[in-house]
């Protein structure tokens, strides 16, 4: 099997509270927020739940 490398290249820009984390070529961003008790956890403001990191790392580990 022939070496392989892979660089991971990722940029981060804060909109509206709001994590926008763009991957790689992948066009859209992915937006990371709060929801369920972690809203309440960390007391942030209402609005419309957003996957955290959290669920974001758990979905990736189990596919």
Do not use: C, W
Request: hydrophobic share 40%; glycine share 16%.
């Amino acid at each position: 099997m022939a070496d392989f490398t892979y660089i991971s290249k990722s940029r981060l820009e804060f909109r509206g509270g709001m994590r926008n984390a763009f991957l790689g070529d992948v066009p859209e961003p992915v937006v990371y927020g709060v929801q369920g008790g972690l809203r309440e956890y960390y007391g942030a403001k209402e609005g419309p739940p957003v996957a955290a990191t959290l669920d974001h790392i758990v979905a990736a580990v189990g596919g």
